[in-house]
């Protein structure tokens, strides 16, 4: 199996660079815009990233080798996500150790995984720095993330 034939059908909006154009401020063409962007906006699907994360971090049957590439994929394209949410803010630069945890999964992301037994180890340390980074942006942005801990208390 190759990596071409593990992989989505289609590719994610994440994936796809579209350069941006100028557009001035306060007039049609920018509020426009603005609207074009909020119809296309999805929220973060916090609940499937804790799920994909359990799935290749805790559970004793990692998912299957023709399902890495996928997964792979997912994962970068969420932590490409709430790398943004990290650095969004250009007046309050994020801590050091979320800037760690975003250049270090943009290189684990970035390297090749090949495909079979060996593709697991890269998946995983990419999980686990997702995990850390959601960890940090919960913490500092005010994500609310429920763990199931927090439903038996209400």
Not at 36 to 53: G, S
Not at 89 to 97: K, N, T
Not at 103 to 112: K, S, T
């Amino acid at each position: 199996m190759t990596v071409i034939e593990a992989a989505p059908p289609a590719a994610h909006p994440f994936s796809v660079h579209i350069p941006e154009k100028h557009v001035p401020l306060s007039t049609p063409e920018f509020y426009a815009e603005v609207m074009a962007r909020l119809r296309l906006w999805t929220p973060l699907p916090v609940e499937k990233i804790l799920e994909t994360l359990h799935q290749v971090l805790e559970s004793p049957a990692p998912p299957p080798d023709r399902e890495l590439v996928h997964v792979h994929w997912k994962l970068r394209s969420w932590h490409e996500r709430l790398s943004t949410i990290a650095t969004a803010d250009q007046h309050f630069p994020p801590p050091a150790d979320v800037l760690r945890l975003v250049h270090a999964g943009r290189a684990i992301g970035d390297e090749p995984i090949g495909d079979g037994t060996q593709a697991l180890g890269p998946v995983r340390r990419l999980a686990s720095t997702l995990s850390d980074l959601l960890d940090e942006i919960a913490r500092t942005q005010g994500l609310r993330v429920e763990d199931e801990d927090d439903e038996g208390q209400n």
